[in-house]
């Protein structure tokens, strides 16, 4: 099956660092990647959609400046939180669509639990 | 405006039936999704309906109707690793994945 990796799985830092994620897809090209956050007991909310080779689509309210996207291939995708915050502490999930499935599918990475102190 | 509507929270025995509902109003529909996800973890992936009908797939079950915009999860034989939370996500017409906010099911011995 399609498999997503994230790296790192959990991360504290200290307030004012960046702090960057990778996605990757493992053993498939994925045509758009997804980056999610997911506060305690509330449902995912996508931050930004990602296509290989161009600009990240941000939703609504989401700062881009703040939160980098690159998605330099057909496998991976990063997100780099910059200058974090407390209030960016989050469960941040990454997740890929194939670049040929008939459902558009999402596969998702194990989440990276994101601290700031 | 879009939204899922699903039950904040369910009780339900080991070895029982729960049904799991979901509403939605979305613009658009080019198909649901149902996603199990445990605390702490990433969704996984449960099922997945376009067409009006019930699809199975071991003790899950998930059902469609479009016309009512209206899907339910079944869960059959419940044991207590279903213990999780249960998403409904659809996909709307620009293809973006418009997620409810999860349906907790707590199972009792």
């Known amino acids: 099956g399609a498999v997503v990796s994230q790296h790192p799985s959990r991360v504290i830092c200290k307030s004012g660092t960046s702090v960057k994620i990778e996605c990757r897809s493992l053993d498939f090209q994925a045509t758009t990647m997804f980056w999610y956050r997911q506060f305690p007991k509330k449902s995912l909310m996508l931050m930004a959609t990602?296509?290989?080779?161009?600009?990240?689509?941000?939703e609504q309210g989401v700062e881009k400046d703040k939160f980098l996207i690159n998605h330099a291939s057909l496998t991976l995708s990063t997100l780099t939180v910059t200058s974090a915050h407390p209030e960016d502490s989050s469960f941040y999930i990454c997740?890929?669509?194939?670049?040929?499935?008939?459902?558009?599918?999402?596969?998702f990475g194990p989440g990276t639990r994101l601290t700031v102190l | 405006g879009q939204n899922i509507d699903q039950p904040t929270e369910m009780t339900a025995t080991e070895g029982a039936i729960v049904q799991i509902n979901c509403t939605y109003q979305?613009?658009?529909?080019?198909?649901l999704f149902w996603y199990q996800q445990h605390a702490g973890e990433a969704p996984t992936f449960l099922s997945y309906?376009?067409l009006d009908g019930l699809e199975e797939k071991g003790r899950f079950s998930s059902f469609l109707s479009r016309s009512k915009g209206y899907s339910y999860l079944l869960l059959k034989e419940l044991q207590m690793k279903d213990s999780a939370s249960y998403l409904c996500?659809?996909?709307?017409?620009?293809?973006?994945?418009?997620w409810g906010a999860g349906t907790k099911l707590i199972i009792k011995p």
């Open positions: 990602s296509n290989e080779g161009s600009k990240a689509t941000y």
């Open positions: 996500a659809v996909t709307n017409s620009n293809y973006q994945l418009i």
């Open positions: 309906n376009v």
């Open positions: 979305t613009s658009g529909f080019n198909g």
């Open positions: 997740s890929a669509t194939e670049l040929a499935t008939d459902n558009n599918e999402q596969f």
